[in-house]
C-alpha cells in the first residue's frame, strides 16, 4: 500500500511543479513571442501562440506520467517504507485541484454548448444549397449568428438575418471562413485549452491572442490567393460587424466575435504570404522528441535517485 501511495503522491507532485514550471516558461514566452509574432503569417501565429497556451499542460502530462510515473515504476523497490512528506503531500493536493478544475472548465463547455446546440436545433431549419462540406442550419435570430458548434460533429449555423442582408458572395466567403476552422480543429483546440493548467496568469494574455490569430487564419486559409474572395470576407466582416454581436458557445468558431475588425480587414487586403510546416521541421520535431526520450531513458537510474533524495529532503 506504500508503494502505490509513493507512486501516486509522486506522480502527482511532479504534475504540480511541472505544471507551475511550464505556466511560467509560457508566460515568459508570450511576452517576448506575442509581439514578435503579429508580423507572421497568421496561420504561423496561431500555431505558436495555441503551442505556448498548452505548454503548462504538456510539461505537466509529460513529466507526470511519461517520466517520474515509469521511473518510480521502474526503480522503486515494492517494499519501500519511505513516508509522504507534508511538502510532497501539499504538491500532490495542488495537482488534484489543478486536474479538478481542467477537468470542470472542460465540461462545463462541453456541457453549455450541448445546451445551445440543442436549443437552436430545436428553432432551426436545414440550409440546403450552401458548398458546405457539414450539416448546415438557417437560425431565426435576432444576433448575426454565422458560426460552427460542436467537436465531434460540427453544424454551421446561419441566422436568417444574414441570409437576408448579406449578399450570396459574401455568404459565401463566410462559410469557407468557417469551415476553415473545421479543418484546423479549432473548437477541438478550444476544449484543450480549456483543461490546461492555468497557473501564473497565463490565460488572460495568449487566449486572446490565439483567437484573434485563429480567425485571421481562417480568414487566410479561405481565401487563399483569391482576391475577390478576400475582397468578399472583407466585406461581410463590415457588413456583419454593423449588426449585433453574437453570444455564441464556449466550443463555438463565429465569424465575428465582436472588438475591433481593423487587423482582420487589413490582413485581408493586404496579406502575409502563408508558409506551412514543412517535412524537415516535422522531422525535426520528431527527433527531438525521439532525442529526449533516449536521454531519459539513459538517465532514468539518475533521475530516480534525484526523487528519492528529493523525497527524502523535503519536510
Avoid at 89 to 114: D, K, M
Avoid at 136 to 141: E, G, N, R
Avoid at 251 to 279: K, W
Amino acid at each position: 500500500m506504500r508503494y502505490w501511495t509513493l507512486a501516486v503522491v509522486s506522480t502527482l507532485a511532479a504534475f504540480a511543479i511541472f505544471a507551475l514550471a511550464g505556466s511560467i516558461l509560457a508566460r515568459i514566452g508570450a511576452a517576448l513571442l506575442e509581439p514578435r509574432t503579429r508580423r507572421h503569417a497568421p496561420a504561423a501565429r496561431a500555431r505558436v501562440l495555441f503551442r505556448l497556451r498548452i505548454l503548462p499542460g504538456l510539461c505537466a502530462v509529460t513529466a507526470a506520467f511519461g517520466v517520474a510515473l515509469p521511473i518510480f515504476l521502474w526503480f522503486e523497490e515494492r517494499g519501500t517504507t519511505e513516508a509522504v512528506s507534508r511538502t510532497l503531500g501539499l504538491a500532490a493536493i495542488v495537482a488534484v485541484v489543478l486536474l479538478v478544475a481542467g477537468t470542470w472548465r472542460a465540461a462545463a463547455a462541453w456541457r453549455a454548448t450541448a445546451k445551445v446546440l440543442a436549443a437552436w436545433h430545436r428553432r432551426a431549419r436545414v440550409l440546403d444549397g450552401l458548398d458546405a462540406p457539414l450539416p448546415a442550419f438557417a437560425i431565426d435570430d435576432p444576433f448575426p449568428i454565422v458560426a460552427v458548434i460542436g467537436v465531434l460533429r460540427p453544424r454551421l449555423f446561419v441566422a436568417e438575418r444574414v441570409l437576408r442582408e448579406c449578399a450570396p458572395a459574401e455568404v459565401a466567403a463566410m462559410v469557407k471562413h468557417e469551415c476553415a476552422h473545421v479543418s484546423a480543429r479549432d473548437n477541438l483546440k478550444r476544449l484543450i485549452v480549456r483543461a490546461c493548467p492555468d497557473l501564473a496568469g497565463v490565460a488572460r494574455r495568449i487566449d486572446r491572442a490565439w483567437g484573434a490569430a485563429a480567425e485571421e487564419a481562417a480568414d487566410a486559409r479561405a481565401a487563399g490567393l483569391d482576391a475577390r474572395t478576400r475582397l468578399n470576407l472583407a466585406d461581410a466582416l463590415i457588413h456583419v460587424a454593423r449588426l449585433a454581436v453574437p453570444d455564441t458557445p464556449p466550443l463555438a468558431s463565429a465569424f465575428y466575435l465582436g472588438g475591433s475588425i481593423d487587423d482582420r480587414v487589413r490582413r485581408l487586403v493586404d496579406p502575409i504570404a502563408e508558409t506551412g510546416s514543412s517535412r524537415w521541421t516535422r522531422l525535426g520535431w520528431l527527433g527531438a522528441i525521439a532525442t529526449l526520450t533516449a536521454a531519459i531513458v539513459l538517465a532514468a537510474p539518475a533521475v530516480h535517485a534525484f526523487m528519492e533524495q528529493a523525497v527524502r529532503l523535503l519536510p
